[in-house]
Structure formats: C-alpha cells, structure tokens
C-alpha cells in the first residue's frame, strides 16, 4: 500500500541510504568529524553486536541512516523485560520511569496506589506493542546529541523510514528546544507528538564559575587532594576500576535500566576516544570516573561514577561536575548534564529544559496509536510539576 506523504514537499528530497550488518562495509563514511565518529563507535556496535558493549540490549538491531553526508544510527526494538530503557519505551515509561522511580518518594501508601495505578497499564502498553518501535539519533546512550542537520534532511529521512518500517513507530530521541529548536521545529511541522521524555539541565561553564558553589567545589578538590587524569593513560585494570564505580552509581543506586556498559565499551572509548575519559585519582587508586564526547559545541557525560562506600564530604560527585564544567570552559562548550539532582545542578548556574520523544503514528492503526496519546496526556501534567520540582 502506497503511503502518502505527510511531509508535503514535492520536490527533489536529499539521498537517503540504510546500512545494515549485511551491507556495512559498502557504507563510506563522510570525511567530517562526526563522520569519523561515527565510524568509530558504531561501525564496532554492529559488526560484533551491541551486547559485547551494552549488555542490557536486547532484541534490538542497530542500523545506520546515511542522508547526504550525515550518518544517523537507527535502532530497530521489540519487547524484552530487561532492555536498557535507551532503546525501550516500555522500560522508560514502565519499568524505570514507572515502578522504579516511586521508590524514591518514601511514601509507601503513595507508592502502593501508583503501582496498582501502573499494573493494568503495563499490561495494556505491552499488548499494544508500545516498544515496536524505531529510534532516529540513537547512539545507545542516555542523552543523543545532534549532528548538523537540515528541516529536509530530518523530513527525507522521516519519511524513508515511515516506507522501509510501515509496521512500527518512528521516534527521534533526546529533542529539545534549546540547542536543536530547529529540529523541534521541524518535527513537529512533520506531524511528530511531542511526548516528555525527562527534564534535563543545561550549564555554561562561564556562568558557572561565578557561583559560589563552583568556588566552594575547586576548594574541596583542593583540600581532598585529588589528581585528574587523563583516560587515555588508564590500563585495563583502572578501566575496570572505573566500570565499577559507574555501575556503583548508575545501576546499583539508580536503576539496571540503565545502560550496562562493559569492559569492551571502556575499552573502545579509551582506545578509539569515543569518550574523553577524565578519573579523580589519590594514593594510586581511582575513586571517580566521568567520560564525555562532544557534539555541534555541546558536550555530555553518558559516563559518571564514584565510589558510593566512601564518606559523602568527600563530595566526589560534585568534584565530578567541577572537572566537567572546567572542560567546558577550556573548550568553549555548553554543558549539557542530562537529567536528575536539578537542585545541585540549579545552584551551580544550571537551566533545565523538557527533553522529548518525537514520535510519529500517523501511518499505524489506531490501536498502536492509542498508547503514546495516553503518554502524550501525561505529559500535559507532568512538565510543569516536573518543573516546579527541579527534577
């Protein structure tokens, strides 16, 4: 069955090609920067599969999407209780951002009603098959910056993809409206709902270093007497050391939804610099980690971590964040911090934005429409409480 076309545009459309494992090795990666990137950290994903790196990746096929000179990693999902929530709505919506996340409100009668409240829809967003889905921009990570993009670009691959996958929906993660309004824009104009996704926060590293938590935070690095270094000089063992202390962190205090990085992944960000690794080390042993990449002037930190055993005044996740704005300010970048402890980031000059999922149904049955318009409704409600609580 023919589709029409919701883009409206009839002219000539940029070139639009989908590679695969079977056809990778045809793919020429653009001689840009993020280009080689991309061939540096995905070309690996694909050829040895996801799970050597991110365990927690199931059922899912990592494809790229080569429009013009741009190359854009797709991810192509379907239900499995145990997917990282990166490439999984259900894990997202349900598992993490559902009966997760009321643990942390210390109200047994408030959480007991939200999990009766939660049960019927898990059953009800399962049967509508909510994680049949395709993930535009997916680098298996939990914040997705952009590349240079065009409104045509995003439109000629939106509708490849409506085409090649008729049967799923279509969601470019990780769109805000403070450094991608553009995209936001077009999206929208493409038809795509805006669904929350979460609150994340924004910093200028010029603007934080005016603080007084900033001042107090070189202070504290001071007084504990910790080294930065590099990760390019860490061996194996220290990688694994740092792997630790971002599943101390990241999946023992947070959540197992979240993506379970390997020694291979570590090994591949030091040695094909698919992060900038930076470690806070004393007497010969590392206590923190945080891994960067940058992207269009921005930077973001997928990988945090930190020895939880030790005594809070040592303060090593606010030392974390003082490295990280400090990179900021040498290179001239925005910081993007992701989600989470909004009141720590706020004091520190940090300005939070609403992060959502743009997701197109039009092409699918009602059925399959249903459950992101529920998620859609919730949204409504819980931007500006999600707001007014700095989450």
């Given at each position: 069955?023919?589709l029409?076309?919701?883009?409206g545009?009839?002219h000539t459309?940029?070139?639009v090609?989908?590679?695969?494992r079977e ?15 991309a061939?540096?950290?995905l070309?690996p ?12 990746v199931y ?6 999407v080569?429009v013009?000179d741009?190359i ?8 499995h ?8 709505p259900?894990s ?9 996340e009321?643990k ?5 009668p408030v ?10 829809v898990?059953w009800?967003?399962?049967y509508a098959e909510?994680d049949k889905?395709?993930?535009v921009?997916?680098?298996l990570?939990?914040?997705n910056l952009?590349?240079s993009v065009n409104s045509e670009?995003?439109s000629?691959v939106s509708?490849?993809?409506?085409r090649?996958?008729?049967e799923r929906?279509?969601v470019?993660?990780?769109v ?10 077009a999206?929208e104009?493409?038809g795509?709902?805006?669904?929350l996704?979460r609150q994340?926060?924004?910093?200028e590293?010029?603007e934080?270093?005016r603080t007084?938590?900033?001042?107090e935070?070189v202070?504290?690095l001071?007084?504990?007497?910790y080294e930065?270094?590099?990760g390019?000089?860490?061996n194996d063992?220290?990688l694994a050391?740092?792997?630790h ?7 023992e205090?947070?959540s197992?939804?979240?993506p379970?990085?390997?020694?291979e992944?570590m090994?591949?960000a030091?040695d094909?610099?698919i992060l900038?690794?930076r ?12 891994g960067?990449?940058?992207r269009?002037?921005?930077m973001t930190q997928p990988?945090?971590g930190?020895?939880?055993?030790l005594p809070?005044e040592?303060?090593?996740y606010?030392?974390?964040t003082?490295?990280t704005?400090?990179e900021?300010?040498e290179r ?6 992701s989600?989470g402890?909004?009141?720590f980031k706020?004091?520190?000059g940090?300005k939070s934005?609403?992060?959502y999922n743009a ?9 399959r ?6 998620i ?13 609580m700095?989450?």
């Amino acid at each position: 069955m023919a589709l029409s076309n919701p883009f409206g545009a009839t002219h000539t459309r940029p070139t639009v090609e989908l590679f695969a494992r079977e056809n990778i090795h045809a793919l020429a990666f653009p001689q840009t920067e993020d280009g080689d990137y991309a061939r540096r950290y995905l070309l690996p994903i694909i050829l040895d599969g996801a799970q050597k790196y991110i365990k927690n990746v199931y059922n899912t096929q990592l494809i790229l999407v080569k429009v013009d000179d741009v190359i854009i990693p797709i991810t192509i999902s379907d239900y499995h209780p145990d997917n990282t929530y990166t490439v999984s709505p259900y894990s997202h919506y349900v598992s993490y951002g559902g009966f997760e996340e009321v643990k942390h409100l210390n109200n047994p009668p408030v959480e007991a009603l939200i999990k009766f409240i939660m049960n019927p829809v898990a059953w009800y967003f399962r049967y509508a098959e909510l994680d049949k889905v395709v993930f535009v921009n997916n680098y298996l990570l939990s914040t997705n910056l952009y590349p240079s993009v065009n409104s045509e670009q995003l439109s000629a691959v939106s509708e490849a993809l409506i085409r090649r996958f008729p049967e799923r929906v279509i969601v470019f993660r990780s769109v805000d409206r403070k450094k991608n309004p553009h995209i936001y824009q077009a999206l929208e104009e493409c038809g795509y709902d805006m669904v929350l996704s979460r609150q994340v926060w924004y910093m200028e590293p010029e603007e934080a270093v005016r603080t007084r938590q900033y001042k107090e935070d070189v202070r504290v690095l001071r007084k504990h007497g910790y080294e930065v270094v590099n990760g390019k000089d860490l061996n194996d063992v220290e990688l694994a050391r740092a792997l630790h202390l971002y599943n101390l962190l990241y999946l023992e205090k947070y959540s197992y939804y979240n993506p379970q990085f390997t020694l291979e992944f570590m090994k591949l960000a030091r040695d094909e610099g698919i992060l900038h690794l930076r470690a806070l080390k004393r007497d010969g042993k590392i206590n923190a980690v945080m891994g960067f990449f940058i992207r269009n002037d921005v930077m973001t930190q997928p990988l945090f971590g930190y020895d939880t055993s030790l005594p809070q005044e040592e303060g090593l996740y606010r030392l974390l964040t003082l490295i990280t704005l400090q990179e900021g300010l040498e290179r001239k970048l925005l910081v993007h911090a992701s989600g989470g402890v909004g009141k720590f980031k706020k004091v520190r000059g940090g300005k939070s934005v609403t992060e959502y999922n743009a997701v197109f149904t039009k092409h699918l049955p009602l059925w399959r429409r249903r459950p992101w318009k529920l998620i859609k409704l919730f949204s409504k409600y819980a931007i500006p409480y999600f707001q007014k609580m700095d989450f």
